[in-house]
């Protein structure tokens, strides 16, 4: 199942699934709020709704240099465990808004990711029973600060400003999303990203197992995945699209502040 959220045209926050109409994608309207319940008729064309975040993290767990490729181009070692770091909920936008640049800043990057939406409260997760706990994948783009970044060792200015983790525009469950699906990014239609995730130095089991030995994930926490080569500078006015394989694409323009 392909999961979405959206705000009709009454103004109605409503949940769904991800459908086409003519070929072109749409949404249907589920009876349950959340988006778990049978389905009703009401189907509407994108154009009609906000496509809204899919989940409702109270953090999102994101993972650095998790492709060797990416670790190359940053002048980085391979790490010897996963290098986490968080993003806050002010930080979520949906698909198709607009995200603001921060201001003064000569260098914000944009970062295809694949994102793990977690389904329950969980704790200490052996990586053998990972996959129990995840609800299904989405598409992030980690934006970063890279300014701050070199500056600060926390990355709070970097990665925590509003709007810098585009999130959508589905959910889809584990079945949809192949073991080596591709990720890819692309600014106004040039391709600029493109990997696989067979090609993650850490799989999610042992992600969710280290992450959850550390602290305990709620139900529509997010684990952004890493990054692949290929990160560069976002301007004025660019339309960013991450694609992972399985899921669909997540849109977003920029504009500077």
């Given at each position: ?5 959206f705000?009709?045209?009454?103004g109605?926050v409503?949940g769904?699934r991800w459908t086409t109409?003519?070929?072109?994608p ?5 009876a349950?709020p959340?988006?778990?319940?049978s389905?009703?008729?009401d ?5 009609e ?9 109270t ?6 240099l ?5 670790a190359?181009?940053q ?12 993003k806050?909920?002010n ?7 607009t995200v ?9 990057d944009?970062e295809?990711?694949l994102?793990?939406?977690?389904g ?7 990586r ?8 299904g994948?989405t598409c992030?783009?980690d934006?970063s600060?890279?300014?701050?970044q070199q ?8 990665k925590a400003?509003?709007?810098?983790a585009?999130l959508?525009?589905l959910?889809a469950?584990?079945d949809?999303?192949p073991?080596d ?7 106004n239609g040039e391709?600029?990203?493109q990997s696989?995730?067979e ?7 042992e992600?969710?197992?280290?992450i959850?030995?550390y ?5 529509g926490?997010?684990?952004s ?9 976002l ?5 960013v ?5 399985g899921?669909?694409t997540l849109a977003n323009d920029?504009?500077?502040a």
């Open positions: 199942m392909k999961r979405v959220r705000r009709d045209d009454a109605n409503r769904g109409i003519d070929g072109d749409a949404v249907t309207s589920a349950d959340v988006g778990d319940g389905f009703d008729d189907t509407y064309r994108l154009d709704v906000e496509v809204l975040p899919p989940s409702h993290p953090k999102i767990v994101c993972v650095g998790n492709y060797r490729d990416h190359a181009e002048g980085k070692s391979v790490p010897d465990r996963p290098m986490l770091f968080l806050t909920p930080t979520i936008r949906g698909h198709g808004a603001t640049l921060p201001k003064g800043k000569s260098r914000v944009h295809a990711e994102a793990v939406v977690i329950q409260r969980c704790r200490n997760v052996d053998e029973n990972a996959e129990d706990v995840i609800a994948f992030m783009n934006l600060n890279r300014d701050d500056r600060e060792q926390n990355w709070v200015r970097a400003f509003d709007g810098a585009p959508g525009p959910i469950t584990p949809h999303v073991r699906a591709t990720v890819e990014c692309r600014v391709l600029r990203q696989s995730r090609e993650f130095i850490f799989s999610i089991p992600l969710i197992e280290e959850t030995a602290m305990t994930l709620e139900p926490d997010v684990i995945t890493g990054t692949p080569a290929g990160v560069g500078p301007e004025d006015g660019d339309r699209e991450i694609t992972v394989e899921i669909g920029v504009e500077s």
